[in-house]
């Protein structure tokens, strides 16, 4: 029962921070990331994600998180499935610079 859970919140959620105006995807990966301390809840984490995706299908962070949790549980079929969205969405964004883009292709195509 005393036993501490140790639970990593990234910058962007601590104290002081000023969310931008798409925070309300963030606190999706936000809940995620209170699940991926321990590898079994790293299906809850996904959940979270594409429970955001419903509501965000273009915030290209959720698929960039997906992906890395899938590689995580050894489950190349889903991460590539997540890739070649992330790809899809990547290469139409007119929202994305090159440089973005090239980045983002690049993390893509990495094993």
Not at 23 to 48: G, H, P, R
């Amino acid at each position: 029962m005393g036993q501490k859970i140790e639970v990593l919140i990234p910058q962007k959620y601590r104290k002081g921070h000023i969310p931008h105006r798409n925070s309300y995807s963030n606190d999706y990966t936000f809940l995620a990331s209170l699940f991926v301390n321990d590898k079994k809840y790293y299906k809850t984490a996904i959940e979270f994600l594409e429970l955001g995706l419903r509501f965000y299908p273009d915030y290209l962070e959720f698929y960039v998180e997906i992906i890395e949790f899938y590689k995580i549980l050894n489950n190349t079929k889903k991460a590539d499935y997540y890739k070649g969205i992330l790809r899809k969405k990547t290469l139409e964004s007119s929202h994305l610079n090159s440089s973005k883009k090239k980045e983002l292709l690049e993390f893509i195509d990495k094993k």
